[in-house]
């Protein structure tokens, strides 16, 4: 008996269209699940945290107010900088870069401490980066609304429409922090002086970042410095929104973003050509 051969195609689409489904149902239910565990282990990061402490995630307010009566004392009282509501200027940069630095600190020992997660069966150690910064994020929302008090209650500063633009500043410093951690994390695999290195790092930008002073003071010679650093713009534009109350400089945002994915991408390509090693290594 002839088969036609437009009854060959029809068969063949359809196998082709079955198995397009299938691979697209399994993906869906991968990534479904790799989302789950992600935020279990967030939930469980979040709450093991400051478990056993007296007062408990206090301590996530208490750290950073500690270190913004420093930089007030030194820079209103000592040394004046003569920036209007000084703390709350301060206190808008200090969260952010608190969030970026504690999550670059810890990247290094995050694969080495989390051995036997890593050595399961189908566990991804890169959900570990992401571990780490989501809950960090969290830290940072909880003390957002203390913030957003001390900036309409103490200085009288109303929030704006542009506070909505926060959403896409929070994803923007996401991908940043997700791709320089899981550099360092799977670089400190192979190296064990990188953790160190990073913290180092990580105290001198902290002094090249428009933290505790206004980018106004840098020279025009330096600015193209300042602005390839997506930190120094993520940290003024946290503060164009929520404190100044008025749009971010867009054309700084986008490198920011671009360095951030080109940060991300960077970093995942280095470690899926380093994850057969891993194991080994750890």
């Known amino acids: 008996m002839a088969i036609k051969a437009d009854g060959l195609a029809d068969v063949g689409k359809t196998g082709y269209l079955s198995l397009v489904f299938r691979g697209f149902r399994y993906y869906r239910g991968f990534l479904s699940h790799q989302l789950d565990l992600l935020w279990h282990l967030?939930?469980?990061?979040?709450?093991?945290?400051?478990?056993?402490?007296?007062?408990?995630?206090?301590?996530?307010?208490?750290?950073?107010?500690?270190?913004?009566?420093?930089?007030?004392?030194?820079?209103?009282?000592?040394?004046?900088?003569?920036?209007d509501a000084y703390p709350a200027f301060v206190f808008t940069a200090l969260l952010p870069w608190t969030w970026f630095s504690s999550c670059l600190n810890s990247a290094g020992s995050l694969f080495l401490s989390n051995r036997d997660l890593i050595k399961k069966p189908g566990f991804s150690p890169c959900i570990l980066v992401g571990v780490n910064t989501l809950s960090n994020l969290l830290l940072f929302l909880v003390v957002l609304p203390v913030l957003v008090i001390m900036i309409v209650a103490f200085y009288d500063k109303p929030l704006t429409p542009y506070f909505l633009l926060l959403p896409l500043l929070l994803v923007v410093n996401v991908v940043l922090i997700w791709g320089l951690s899981l550099f360092v994390a799977t670089l400190n695999v192979f190296y064990r002086d990188i953790q160190y290195i990073?913290?180092?790092?990580?105290?001198?930008?902290?002094y090249l970042t428009p933290v505790f002073y206004s980018p106004g003071v840098i020279t025009e010679g330096?600015?193209?410095?300042?602005n390839l650093n997506p930190v120094a713009v993520l940290i003024q534009s946290y503060r164009a929104v929520i404190f100044f109350g008025r749009a971010p400089e867009w054309g700084a945002i986008f490198i920011a973003s671009v360095l951030s994915l080109l940060s991300c991408v960077v970093g995942y390509v280095f470690y899926r050509k380093k994850l057969h090693e891993i194991v080994d290594y750890i």
């Open 42 to 83: 967030v939930k469980r990061d979040f709450t093991l945290r400051y478990k056993g402490s007296v007062l408990g995630i206090l301590w996530s307010l208490l750290l950073p107010l500690a270190q913004l009566l420093v930089l007030v004392f030194l820079f209103q009282r000592v040394i004046p900088l003569g920036i």
């Open 198 to 206: 990073v913290s180092v790092f990580v105290m001198l930008l902290f």
């Open 222 to 226: 330096y600015r193209f410095l300042y």
